[in-house]
């Protein structure tokens, strides 16, 4: 299965200011998935991202909030924009694969 | 959208016992997931389900892909302290390729 490098594995941000977590697949994958798990709760998909195109966010997730980059088939982004308290959480990006899908370490957010 | 009823939410057992859970979900699954989540990690896939009525091991987890297509269980024997974690289920839902998890069950083991 696939090896995901994600960071950073934590930070500690002012709120109003915005934090770029990266994704680096060791394979070429054409989907990439960003989710989000708040304390103590299960995951969230905030959007699919693929390569070439604009990403696609769910219900309650949008563009100017969490944009996405997603340059080749190796590599994506994710920007938590304006942040406040409320956006802490762990951030996750993950890929499927032959027998599942694969989840990076996450990113642990905390907003003060 | 999609919903996986996990339960128990939370478990707390002594070592050496066995632990079951299981998701439920209101509408067909081609796939169940099981995943592990230790502190400070991402979910590891533990288990993969793909054919109504299959019952796969992995080592002393053991979990089978309901026969309605709609639920699944997941079980532990002869538990051990580094069993502790979150047990996620997850499946894709049919029309799409993300995956929805189920609520987790949270696993304390006393040695």
């Known amino acids: 299965s696939a090896v995901i490098s994600q960071k950073p594995s934590r930070d500690i941000c002012q709120r109003g200011t915005s934090l770029t977590i990266q994704c680096q697949v060791d394979s070429q994958v054409t989907m990439m998935f960003w989710y989000r798990q708040q304390p103590g709760q299960s995951l969230t998909l905030i959007a699919t991202a693929n390569q070439g195109s604009e990403a696609t966010y769910e219900s309650g997730f949008v563009i100017d909030k969490f944009p996405i980059s997603r340059p080749n088939l190796t590599f994506s982004t994710l920007t938590v924009s304006n942040m406040s308290p409320e956006d802490s959480s762990i951030y996750l990006c993950s890929v499927p694969g032959l027998y599942g899908y694969t989840f990076g370490s996450g990113t642990r957010l905390t907003v003060v | 959208g999609q919903q996986l009823n996990q339960s128990p939410q939370s478990m707390f057992i002594q070592e050496g016992e066995d632990v079951s859970m299981n998701c439920t979900s209101s509408?067909?699954?081609?796939?169940w997931l099981w995943y592990k989540q230790d502190p400070g990690e991402g979910p590891v896939l533990l288990i993969a389900?793909?054919?109504?009525?299959e019952l796969t091991s992995n080592g002393r987890l053991t979990a089978q892909f309901g026969i309605t297509r709609k639920d699944s269980f997941l079980n532990i024997s002869a538990s051990i302290p580094s069993d502790v974690g979150i047990y996620f289920c997850a499946g894709p839902p049919n029309a799409g390729n993300m995956l929805t998890f189920g609520g987790g069950t949270r696993l304390m083991v006393k040695p």
């Open positions: 509408s067909i699954f081609n796939t």
């Open positions: 389900l793909y054919k109504a009525g």
